[in-house]
């Protein structure tokens, strides 16, 4: 078993460019999540699905849309970069909301200039 | 107002001097609190939930406990592979909020 992988690992964009942040699990998880984690903040989560089908937004959703494209792959779109969202960004999962994110990814690092 | 605060923000000690984290938070309504381990340039790593005052749990050298309104990370005898920062998170009743604090980075010296 992989558990959660992300792609990419790093990327630089320039502001006003777009991008995909993919994240896939292979552990038949119900709820997936995406962080991101600035120095001296904390994981802040962005958005978050429940299951299948629904997803919701958390603490930071401003800036960033997310697609749960099946019930293994859950991605994050970047519409049009700003520096602000220069981040790691983590994709986590678990069996459901009432379960802890038990499994986190590699995460990406992302440079917005 | 939801919050998670961690202390120390950093921790050197020597292998086999044993210490505590803290991590304090105000929820609405906790459901669980969490602790991770974070290696540099990796994800979070689950250890521990915990989800009524007066619960503990125990793996190798740490052990976690829980009060009302804080709870401790306590390491014995660390061993310079302890060495990383520890997450502590709160999740509230409601499921959808779920909150990390800032980490305490820990640096066991042999």
């Known amino acids: 078993n992989a558990g959660v992988t992300q792609t990419p690992k790093f990327q630089v964009l320039k502001t006003g460019q777009s991008m995909t942040l993919q994240c896939a699990q292979d552990?038949?998880?119900?709820?997936m999540y995406w962080y991101r984690q600035d120095p001296g903040m904390g994981l802040r989560l962005i958005y978050y699905?429940?299951?299948?089908?629904?997803?919701d937004k958390g603490e930071v959703p401003n800036g960033y849309n997310v697609s749960r494209l099946n019930k293994r792959e859950f991605s994050l779109r970047l519409e049009s970069a700003a520096p602000s969202q220069t981040s790691v960004y983590f994709c986590?999962?678990?069996?459901?909301?009432?379960?802890?994110?038990?499994?986190f990814g590699p995460g990406t690092r992302l440079t917005v200039t | 107002e939801d919050q998670v605060t961690q202390s120390p923000e950093a921790l050197r000690l020597q292998e086999g001097e044993s210490s505590s984290l803290n991590c304090s938070y105000t929820?609405?309504?906790?459901?669980?609190l969490f602790w991770y381990r974070q290696d540099p340039g990796k994800g979070p790593e689950f250890l521990f939930t915990?989800?009524?005052a007066g619960e503990e749990k125990e793996k190798e050298r740490l052990k976690a406990t829980l009060t009302k309104k804080e709870s401790f990370l306590h390491i014995t005898a660390p061993k310079p592979e302890d060495s990383a920062t520890y997450l502590c998170?709160?999740?509230?009743?409601?499921?959808?909020?779920?909150?990390f604090g800032s980490g305490t980075k820990l640096n066991v010296k042999p």
């Open positions: 998170a709160v999740q509230a009743s409601n499921f959808n909020k779920f909150y």
């Open positions: 929820v609405s309504g906790l459901r669980g």
């Open positions: 986590a999962s678990s069996a459901g909301l009432a379960d802890p994110n038990g499994y």
């Open positions: 915990l989800y009524s």
């Open positions: 552990m038949n998880h119900n709820s």
């Open positions: 699905s429940a299951s299948e089908g629904t997803t």
